[in-house]
Every structure is written in C-alpha cells, then in structure tokens.
C-alpha cells in the first residue's frame, strides 16, 4: 500500500516568503507528526495531531510557524516570513493509535520522505 | 520528562566486524523502544523496536537490540558489518499510549569500512 507522502519533495524560497508543505498520512492513521532535522542533526519535534483532539503544538518553534489537519488526513505546515534558519528537511510520519486493529505495527511510526527547504 | 541519549556521534567498524551503536533512556514508566535508520537521501526507516516480551529483539536487515532496564539501555547490534549497513541511526522512546511522549536521540553516523 501507499506510504507517507510529501509535497513538495524540494523547495527554495526568499526570505520573508510563506511556505506550506503538505503531508499525506497512511490511509487509517490517526496520528500524525511533524518533525524538522537540521543538516547532520537528529529529528526535532515540531507538532502531533491525534484524531479531533487539540494538536500538540509544544515543538513549533516560534508563531511563524503552524500546521493544520483536517480530519484524519492531509496535513500542511505552514511557515511564514521564512528565515534562514528555517533551512532544514522537515519530515512527516503517521502512525496507527494503541487500540487500533493493526497491532502488528502498533506505535511505530512510518515517515514520509521529507521535503527538504532552503531559504536564501 | 523522558530522554534518549546516543553517546556517540560516530561508530566506525571495518566489514565483517560486530558492530553496537548505543543508546540511553530516561522515561518515567514503561518505555516503547524503537531503532530507526536513514540512509543517505532517503527517509526514515524502522528498524525494530521493543515493547514487552523478550529483553532481545531482532529487526530488519540482520539487526538486533537488547532492551536492559537495570542499565536503561537498548543497544543496537548486528553480528557481521556490511558496508551498506552506513547510515545515520536513531533510538527513539514513547512513554505510555500519547503520540507526543515519542522522542528521539540526536542520531548516530555508522560508517562501515571495507
């Protein structure tokens, strides 16, 4: 079946652009996650939607950023008036709740290819 | 708040050789474990993980890991080194059954030599 995609897969902006990237989770996951990996750095925790409940925006690094889902799918993360050092690949994963019926793949997650941003 | 912690940035290990990458936690309850590998250009990709059962768990690719909880760690292993084994790995935990428990190390770089 079709994994976690990622759109655009590469994208260079100005600064003081906006720019939405977009995430499509693995059909049925109810959880989803954004993350950012700066270059030769681990994975930073930017935001997990989990069903209807309220996001959790503990990771967003500064109100430049947001992200939105709707339902159980798409997801778009938003960063406004980039910075260079919003220059990073953010990473999108999705993942099958405890209690789902998918025990096999309980809790692990499943990420996307990321899309790498580069901000001038 | 829980923690994970990979005390080495960089493994080197010739071909053939048994190789470990370590990994740390801190977690307040019982912690889901997970290894996960990126490969040069290429995304994330689960390894293996542990969540109850036997401390040994073996995973994709020839690797294993052995959860110990007196010493809060779960090593990474795999007996026979192979040059594509290169890559960046990450030990990651989740605390209970919420989606926002879930941290990850800050990655270890294996190079395979051959």
């Known amino acids: 079946g079709a994994g976690v995609s990622q759109s655009p897969s590469n994208k260079v902006t100005e600064k003081g652009k906006d720019v939405e990237l977009r995430c499509d989770p693995i059909s049925g996951h109810t959880a989803l996650y954004w993350y950012r990996q700066r270059l030769g750095q681990g994975l930073e925790f930017l935001i997990y939607?989990?069903?209807?409940?309220?996001?959790?925006k503990s990771g967003l690094p500064s109100d430049r950023f947001s992200a939105e889902r709707t339902g159980e799918s798409v997801s778009t993360l938003t960063i406004q008036r980039t910075q260079q050092e919003d220059s990073a690949v953010y990473l999108c994963?999705?993942?099958?709740?405890?209690?789902?019926?998918?025990?096999?793949?309980?809790?692990?997650?499943?990420f996307g290819p990321g899309t790498r941003l580069t901000v001038l | 708040a829980q923690s994970v912690a990979q005390p080495e940035d960089q493994v080197n290990v010739a071909e053939g050789n048994p190789l470990t990458v370590k990994c740390t936690y801190s977690v307040s309850g019982n912690p889901y474990l997970f290894w996960y590998v990126q490969y040069p250009n290429r995304g994330l990709q689960f390894l293996l993980k542990?969540?109850?059962?036997?401390?040994l768990v073996k995973g994709s690719y020839g690797f294993e890991a052995e959860f110990n909880k007196s010493q809060t760690s779960f090593h990474l292993k795999k007996p026979s080194a192979l040059v594509s084994d290169s890559a960046l790995y990450f030990c990651?935990?989740?605390?209970?059954?919420?989606?926002?428990?879930?941290?990850f190390g800050p990655g270890t770089r294996l190079s395979v030599l051959p």
């Open positions: 542990y969540i109850t059962g036997d401390n």
């Open positions: 990651a935990v989740r605390v209970g059954n919420y989606g926002q428990n879930f941290v």
């Open positions: 939607f989990q069903g209807n409940s309220a996001p959790d």
């Open positions: 994963a999705s993942s099958q709740t405890p209690g789902g019926r998918t025990s096999a793949i309980h809790n692990e997650q499943f």
